[in-house]
C-alpha cells in the first residue's frame, strides 16, 4: 500500500474511532499535515453529527472550512473531547517529535487541552529512539542566534528553516544530532532557553493513543 494509502487507513480509523462518543455539543481538535488533512477530509463526511472544530494552524483552519466544517477560537471553547493530529517521530511511550510543518507551538496548545490526544500515522513514523528527524523549535526572531548558541551547547546541530515564518510570526530551528535518550529532560531544557517559544518534543504531554498504518492494517497503541 501506498504511503498515501496508509495515511487515508489511519485517518479514517480515526473517524470510526470517535464517531460512536460524538454528541451535538462535541468539539474536535484537528492537527496540522498531509496526514491530519486525510483525517479532515474523513471527518467531512460525519460534519453534522458533532459541534466543530478548533484548528491547529490556518493551513488546517482553510482545509476544515472548505468542507463546510465549523471552526472555532480555543478561547470560546470550555471542552475538547480530542484531538487528531499527526507526527514526525513516535515512540513506543507515545512521546512524538512534531513541527515538521512548523504548527508545533499551536499543536502543543490544543493537544494541552484536549482530554484524549490521538496520535495518526504510518507505521514508517514508529522508531525505537526519537531523533533522527530534526527537532523543531519555534523562536522569537530577535533571539535567534542566542538560542542558536544554546542549543549548541546542549549538544544539538541547530538549522535554521529558511524563508519559513509560523502562523504567530516567529521562527523555527530544526536541531540535528540531538541525543533524545530522556525526551522529557529535552523538552524541559529547550523549554528553559529564553527566546523559545516552544519546542516539538512531546513528552511531558504524549499521546493517549498512537494509531499506526500498515500493510496489515491499523494497529492501536496505548
Ligand atoms: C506539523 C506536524 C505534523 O503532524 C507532522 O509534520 C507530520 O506531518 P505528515 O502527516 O505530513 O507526515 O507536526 O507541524
Known amino acids: 500500500m501506498s504511503q498515501d494509502n496508509l495515511k487515508k487507513?489511519?485517518?479514517?480509523?480515526?473517524?470510526?474511532?470517535?464517531?460512536?462518543?460524538?454528541?451535538?455539543?462535541?468539539v474536535i481538535g484537528v492537527g496540522t499535515g498531509s496526514?491530519?488533512?486525510?483525517?479532515?477530509?474523513?471527518?467531512?463526511?460525519?460534519?453534522d453529527e458533532f459541534n466543530g472544530t478548533v484548528a491547529s494552524s490556518?493551513?488546517?483552519?482553510?482545509?476544515?472550512?472548505?468542507?463546510?466544517?465549523?471552526?472555532?477560537?480555543?478561547?470560546?471553547?470550555d471542552q475538547?473531547?480530542?484531538?487528531?493530529?499527526?507526527?514526525d517521530e513516535a515512540n513506543e511511550r507515545?512521546?512524538?517529535?512534531?513541527?515538521?510543518?512548523?504548527?508545533?507551538?499551536r499543536e502543543k496548545i490544543v493537544a494541552a487541552v484536549a482530554d484524549l490526544f490521538i496520535c495518526i500515522a504510518d507505521d514508517s513514523k514508529l522508531v525505537p529512539l526519537?531523533?533522527?528527524?530534526?527537532?523543531?523549535?519555534?523562536?522569537?526572531?530577535?533571539?535567534?542566534?542566542?538560542?542558536?548558541?544554546?542549543?549548541?551547547?546542549?549538544?544539538?546541530?541547530?538549522v535554521y528553516?529558511?524563508?519559513?515564518?509560523?502562523?504567530?510570526?516567529?521562527?523555527?530551528l530544526d536541531i540535528h544530532h540531538m541525543d533524545i535518550g530522556r525526551p522529557i529532560k529535552v523538552e524541559e531544557a529547550l523549554n528553559h532557553i529564553t527566546g523559545v517559544v516552544c519546542n516539538?518534543?512531546?513528552?511531558?504531554?504524549?499521546?493517549?493513543?498512537?494509531?499506526?498504518?500498515?500493510p496489515e492494517g491499523v494497529r492501536i497503541l496505548g
Open 9 to 26: 487507513a489511519v485517518a479514517e480509523a480515526a473517524v470510526k474511532f470517535i464517531r460512536p462518543k460524538l454528541e451535538k455539543d462535541t
Open 35 to 47: 496526514t491530519a488533512n486525510c483525517f479532515i477530509d474523513a471527518l467531512a463526511a460525519i460534519k
Open 58 to 77: 490556518e493551513a488546517s483552519a482553510k482545509r476544515l472550512q472548505g468542507h463546510g466544517i465549523k471552526v472555532h477560537e480555543l478561547n470560546q471553547i
Open 80 to 87: 475538547l473531547a480530542f484531538y487528531v493530529d499527526g507526527a
Open 94 to 105: 507515545l512521546e512524538l517529535i512534531k513541527g515538521g510543518g512548523g504548527a508545533l507551538t
Open 130 to 158: 526519537l531523533g533522527t528527524f530534526p527537532l523543531p523549535v519555534e523562536v522569537i526572531p530577535m533571539a535567534r542566534s542566542h538560542v542558536a548558541r544554546e542549543i549548541v551547547s546542549l549538544g544539538g546541530k541547530p
Open 161 to 172: 528553516r529558511n524563508g519559513f515564518v509560523t502562523d504567530n510570526g516567529n521562527i523555527i
Open 200 to 214: 516539538g518534543l512531546f513528552a511531558r504531554r504524549p499521546a493517549d493513543k498512537l494509531f499506526l498504518a500498515g
